[in-house]
């Protein structure tokens, strides 16, 4: 050890008493410049006659100088810049909430209004104007999604365990592995121009079909079963697995009985929310299932109706000037009945995941 | 089944038991493969359809390449609106997106950041479709009057020439694109901030450094190459994104940046989904070829970003 | 100055969870105040009181007084800041900030409050600062290269660089050596011996030869009981504790250890 004695360390002055008291603003200071800002831009908003915008914007600005500025004349410039980034900070999380609320709440206003008894239960066959409902775009959006649910969901599982179990590091399971983290970008209108070529090449051109839809969902349900499912399994501790192998069970039914039951939560979880992703797309259900304004329950036979596909066509339709307004009621109230069917999911993903895995669950 | 028996098992897999259920294993182990088999063919499908389809588009012009003189050209504007209308969704939520991940990961409490995190969740779970619509018939009245101000105050910059006539423009579009690629943004960013290492924000904090300060010290130093993925994989969203942009633009297919005009670039996806139910012939194959393009940008920009992750994750 | 610290009835809580009860206690000025006790008594976490980096963790609160030099840390009206500015940290885990260089490691607090810098009155800082944690004749020629690229206990030292350069009056040491071979264990114990002529240090310690060795004081924690709180056992002059403790919980500890 080099000593190095003749040096002294930077010993701190000893006469100095340095203060660990600073001015500081009080802890509701936020609070009340805040009160303050918005407070003078709404006088003088309303004086002047701004819109809600311009108040909100005038007093956001008013705030953005004020703090800091009133911290840097107390507590000085870096407490000041502190502020300063903090009330960015918050303001963006304001500014990011803003668009979830505003759609909720225009989706419930406008939406809510559509919704009767006839709105579930009838379709668009025959309806020109008012009237009518989306019963048989409900049932083609269940039947799209459940096919492609019940394609997607058990080959994403056995591939997810294929890499997991039995592949680990060699090379097929590292080109599948870059393969799925290619699908999981694909666009969704890609994923609807896929399943057109394909059944255009098998049934011809001008094919509709909700199976097709449901092959196109699948292509972009299926990198998520893997991805969530993947997760799940690499939670499972090796120990469980050589412990069954250890009282002779074989490999596929330690898997079965020991490895999924273990992540069963995680794994229904994770399928849960591809169901609910893809459950709102749009594009290739446009291109593939088309769209119709009678109820059709065979996936394997001409267009069908689904609510996202209705949505769009409803809004776009154009035609008369006294039926857009019930086109556009329509639409709103299929919105409405969508985001409901898509938060369910959400919703029922969240208590699955923590009903079952309460050991893996963040 | 019979090619890779040596490749499947690793030498340090627990080794199951053999004999008494060769046949269970062989038969649950083929399925599991298969499943990754059927994997591969299914994307190998994707990429030779969209290849083979696209090969006639090759010849179309005019009438069939949608008044284009050729199919470069067709593409090209559309190509220009889609990168276009992604580049300003990202450059409006990659700073909120940063803010929001920055608020749930250091700013809020655990309690309200758990909470504030599932919200922007929900921000996701909204179907594209319907974002669509709330563009068209709500925030494109909201964005008029802002659009005016600005045609008429600032019209001299190139991007808010006007002049204005609709609010249903390429910046509109944009702005829900942006909505749409914030969740993203916002999850990736949290989970790269999360994974600072306590003691490097403490060592920061313990020399006195004010929560910014430490942020800047601490934080971003560490996070530089997942925030860029995480930007990576939100503009992949946003490039292939279809039905907000369709719903919202009134496009007429032009090469401009002025952003607020009633001239606007369309998109590829939107393009293809607008067109598609009159399309037949050659005029198919045009727009499968649009696809193609569509998927190869967003293949790179994806890649792009997965690598700088993992590469990331490789060194941090 | 270095400052003497005064620890009165001191609670310190993770949520609801008492961590460490009655805590009470004078850390003399120039001096080597030493925590022993089992893992798990909260020497780690009366320490990080003492600067407000308790605080720091979502939930943690102190209850009670801590006064430095005639100043109570807690009151409304102190900065943390400014406390953790004036009471410097040295980690268990030597935590040199990866992207920097060795200079700007040593230089990362002073930056904070002087934005520009003379070159050569930053250079002096790094110098001086890296002289007194016994690390300039190592480094000298690599000042610009990544402080990562150091061996573990030149990390640590250069973390003790790092908190000496801003000229703090109390430097706090979480098992600074737990992590360190021996020669460099031995390397920082010289120069806690040197410091101390300049700076009150606290330390914690698992190890108790290195308490006896460094330390003019030592506090032995020890938990009341299986999930009670922890609590400060015996505050005495180390001489004494590890000869003819008050306690015989203190002597049942030491013993044990070194039996
Ligand atoms: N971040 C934390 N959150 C909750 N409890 C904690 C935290 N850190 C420490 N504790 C608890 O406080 C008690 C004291 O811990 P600590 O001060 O680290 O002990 P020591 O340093 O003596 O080993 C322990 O019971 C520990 O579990
Ligand atoms: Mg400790």
New binding site residues.
Partial sequence: MAQTTQTRPPGPDDTASVPLTKPQLPGWAPALAAVVAFGAAALVGLLLGWGVVGIVAVGWILLLIGLPAWSTAVEGSRKGTDRLVGTVVWSTLALALLPLIAVLWEVISRGAPALNATFFTASQSGVLGAGGGIYHAIMGTLIVTLIATVISVPIGIMAAIYLVEYGKKNRLSQVLTFLIDVMTGIPSIVAGLFALALFTLIFGPGVRMAVGGSIALSVLMIPIVVRSTEEMLKLVPDELREGAYALGVPKWRTIVKVVLPTALGGIVTGATLAVARVAGETAPLLLIVGTFRATNFNPFDGAMATLPVLIFSEATRGGLQEYIPFQLERAWGAALVLIIIVMALNLLARVVGSYFSPKTGR | MSTTETERTPPREPEAPRGVSRRGDTIFAGLAKGSGLFIMLALAGVALFLVLQSLPAIGASGENAYGADNIVLYIWPLLFGTVLAAIIALVIATPLAIGVALVISVYAPRRIARLLGYLIDLLAAVPSVVYGLWGRETLQSWVFPIYQWLADNLGWIPLFAGPVTTGRTILTAGIVLAVMALPIITALCREVFAQTPTMHKEAALALGATRWEMIKMAVFPYSRSGVTSAILLGLGRALGETMAVALVLSASGVITINLISSQNPSTIAASIALNYANASGIKTNVLIAGGLVLFVVTFAVNFLGRWLAARGQAKG | MAKSIDISDVNIY??D?L??QGVNMTVKARQVTA?I????????????TLNRMHEV?P??RVEGKVVVDGQSLYDPSVDPVAVRRQIGMVFQRPNPFPTMSIYDNVLAGNKLNAKKMKKDEADSIVEKSLKGANLWNEVKDRLAKPGMGLSGGQQQRLCIARAIAVEPQVLLM??PCSALDPISTSAIEDLIHELKSDYTIVI?T?NMQQAARVSDETGF?NLKATGEP?QLVEFNSTTKMFSNPDEPATEAYISGRFG
């Fill in positions: 993770y949520g969870f961590a460490v925590f006790g089992p893992s798990g008594c909260g020497k780690s976490t009366v320490l990080r963790i939930g943690a979480d098992e914690v698992h924690f922890g």
